[in-house]
């Protein structure tokens, strides 16, 4: 994000207005359209609200924009030779179309993070910089030759990565596939965009985990579904949910993230596994498996996902590198019955022609090396450790005031707080202190939860952004240390 120089010679409130200035005329902000405000313009830059009023004071003088008590500041319509009925209703355009946007929270947490990239990052479901396998790939581009040829690749992904897959999806997943029952992704988003849009039809019931990830991708309202909840308790989600849902709702889909949930880290139980699968099979309802987290089981031993407990083909199984190695690479993939695949490549080909086949071709080469195996068992290491600092810090600084379950795996730890709180507050008092999370109203949770996610966040300062956290809290609750809780 662009911000004025201090130590240019021009007056910070004339870089603003010359900055904006270019932004108007290359059509970013047209004629009638509304700036931000000043207190917001003033926070994005980092300097006085009054430099900002300067700034709008010499647009005005030179006629580019108007002003309006009440109204805010908008683009001058004359300034540049167009009328209403000649320019565009741009506002109108951005608020339309059947995709929504981000939920709130999350737009307020990308906006925070984007002006000031030194907070202590609690929210980004992605591993940091020493976490992902940087040297090993870098030692792999150099050592292999890769595409002759940049043209548009197999609609359904790279041949050779879909037959690394078939091997890795065996050696540590246990579920057995064919190259053709693969479609790569750009990671496991895609995937669920791809369902959403292909496999189901406006006004469809879905079941789907309460907490869950799902909450907090627009993409399900945008799809039209009606979404219906199955609770989790400290087991995972109830089969006998499932049929209660079936039977008053007629859904046609179930999406569940059975190992370490996402929020809850929790793990499903194994015979809930099994008749989760016999009422599936029972029902005839395909099972979406999103699995991002499971070989990162802290003690090495990865719980088996649904799918290769499944002698009936009622899963539909995703997964991707984006928690195990690097979300850059942007490789995710699909296990489904062929005709399923077809349906899914034929449509992703109609959105993007098919993804770039160069970190296709690095991440089949990432997969069948040496160095993968040896690269989770460090990845395994330091997020325990990394955990294990965070529950240090929340003993530490907020005992009686948070409960939580410790996960064995997985990159979060779900959080009920004992004081009520209004979320929003409390992220406003966090983000002012340098710290943001994420709060559990995202995961359609009742307010009082949160998710801190722990891989993002530098080891070393895992311990002050929990700091920060519990000043916000304690600013809301006026609380003091009591005694810890965890369940």
Same mark, same amino acid.
């Given at each position: ?9 021009? @007056? ?19 004629? !009638? ?80 993070? *984007?002006?000031?990239?030194?907070? /202590?990052? %609690? ?15 870098? *030692? ?61 039809? @406006? ?16 993409? %399900? ?6 979404? $219906?909840?199955?609770? /989790? ?50 029902? !005839? ?7 991002? %987290? ?6 090495? *031993? ?44 034929? *449509?992703?080909?109609?959105?993007? $022609? !098919?993804?770039? /086949? ?78 943001? $999370? /994420? ?9 009082? $939860? ?38």
């Amino acid at each position: 994000m662009w911000k004025p120089d201090r130590q240019s010679k021009q @007056p910070l409130y004339e870089q603003i207005a010359d900055h904006l200035e270019r932004r108007i005329s290359y059509g970013e902000f047209p004629p !009638g359209s509304l700036l931000p405000s000043e207190r917001k313009l003033a926070e994005q830059l980092g300097v006085n609200r009054s430099t900002v009023i300067l700034a709008f004071a010499e647009l005005r003088s030179m006629g580019i924009v108007e002003s309006r008590t009440g109204s805010g500041t908008r683009v001058s319509m004359t300034k540049w030779g167009a009328t209403p009925k000649h320019t565009p209703n741009w506002s109108r355009y951005a608020e339309g179309g059947s995709f929504l946007p981000n939920v709130p929270f999350m737009r307020k947490i990308r906006e925070a993070l *984007a002006q000031n990239p030194g907070l /202590v990052d %609690f929210a980004s479901g992605e591993l940091s910089a020493d976490l992902a396998p940087i040297e090993e790939i870098t *030692a792999l581009m150099s050592r292999h030759r890769y595409t002759s040829y940049l043209g548009y690749d197999n609609p359904q992904g790279y041949s050779p990565l879909r037959q690394a897959l078939v091997a890795y999806l065996q050696q540590y997943r246990g579920i057995q596939a064919t190259e053709s029952s693969i479609l790569i992704t750009s990671g496991s988003q895609q995937s669920l965009y791809l369902v959403t849009q292909c496999l189901l039809s @406006p006004g469809d019931a879905v079941a789907i985990e309460d907490p869950s990830y799902c909450y907090s991708l627009p993409m %399900f309202q945008s799809a039209g579904l009606r979404l $219906f909840r199955l609770p /989790v308790d400290r087991h995972g989600a109830r089969p006998e949910d499932i049929r209660s849902l079936y039977k008053k709702h007629r859904i046609k889909m179930v999406f569940m993230n059975p190992n370490f949930q996402n929020p809850t880290g929790t793990v499903l139980d194994m015979e809930r596994r099994r008749q989760l699968l016999d009422v599936a099979s029972e029902l !005839g309802l395909p099972i979406v498996e999103d699995d991002p %987290f499971s070989l990162t089981a802290y003690d090495g *031993a990865p719980p088996s996902p649904l799918k290769a407990m499944d002698a009936v083909g009622s899963v539909l199984y995703i997964g991707s590198l984006s928690k195990i190695a690097a979300s850059g690479l942007r490789i995710g993939w699909m296990v489904a019955p062929h005709s399923i695949v077809e349906r899914l490549a034929d *449509a992703r080909q109609q959105m993007d $022609f !098919g993804l770039s /086949v160069i970190p296709q071709q690095v991440a089949a080469q990432f997969l069948k090396s040496p160095d993968f195996q040896p690269h989770l068992d460090r990845l395994r290491m330091q997020l325990q450790f990394k955990r294990d600092l965070v529950i240090e810090a929340l003993r530490k600084e907020l005992p009686g005031l948070v409960r939580f379950t410790i996960p064995q795996g997985g990159l979060h730890l779900w959080c009920k707080l004992e004081p009520e709180v209004h979320d929003g507050k409390l992220l406003e008092g966090a983000i002012r202190r340098g710290v943001v $999370f /994420v709060p559990g109203s995202v995961y359609g949770s009742d307010s009082g $939860f949160v998710r801190f996610t722990f891989a993002r966040a530098p080891a070393d300062r895992i311990g002050e952004g929990i700091a920060k956290f519990a000043e916000a809290l304690r600013e809301l609750t006026g609380e003091s240390s009591v005694r810890n809780s965890t369940e």
